[in-house]
């Protein structure tokens, strides 16, 4: 029998701050990428989860857990995180992003990091 699926949504519903973050590499489906977009991917492939709700857990929620000001993942005047690009086309780039494979390419932000850190 399978695992039975995680309880992200009725948590959500709840009110939970509910975060992506790349603490386990249990929560993904393939072990050779371990990142936030990777797990946002799978849930939104698997579970048809809402792009924009995977946007806020892998950013606002996830700020909000460790306790950073929400305005350093928002774009929005004053001190930012970084910046990530990710190629997406169509109507709904976010959805285009999150159904595709491409990976992240760094544009802004005090924190660069090499260019394969992000593959």
Same mark, same amino acid.
């Not at 797990?39 to 579970?47: A, G, K, S, Y």
């Given at each position: 029998?399978?695992?039975?699926?995680?309880?992200?949504?009725?948590? !959500?519903?709840?009110?939970?701050?509910?975060?992506?973050?790349?603490?386990?590499? !249990?929560?993904?489906?393939?072990?050779?990428?371990?990142?936030?977009?990777?797990?946002?991917?799978?849930?939104?492939?698997?579970?048809?989860?809402?792009?924009?709700?995977?946007?806020?857990?892998?950013?606002?929620?996830?700020?909000?857990?460790?306790?950073?000001?929400?305005?350093?993942?928002?774009?929005?005047?004053?001190?930012?995180?970084?910046? !990530?690009?990710?190629?997406?086309?169509?109507?709904?780039? !976010?959805?285009?992003?999150?159904?595709?494979?491409?990976?992240?390419?760094?544009?802004?932000?005090?924190?660069?990091?090499?260019?394969?850190?992000?593959?």
């Amino acid at each position: 029998a399978g695992e039975a699926p995680h309880a992200y949504r009725s948590m !959500l519903a709840g009110g939970v701050n509910v975060a992506l973050g790349t603490d386990s590499i !249990l929560c993904l489906d393939t072990p050779d990428r371990i990142s936030t977009l990777d797990e946002m991917r799978l849930l939104r492939r698997r579970d048809g989860t809402d792009p924009v709700t995977l946007l806020a857990m892998a950013t606002i929620h996830g700020a909000r857990a460790l306790g950073f000001d929400e305005g350093l993942v928002e774009f929005s005047p004053g001190p930012m995180l970084g910046v !990530l690009a990710v190629d997406g086309a169509g109507d709904d780039p !976010l959805d285009a992003a999150l159904r595709g494979n491409a990976p992240p390419r760094w544009v802004a932000g005090p924190f660069p990091c090499p260019p394969d850190a992000l593959r």
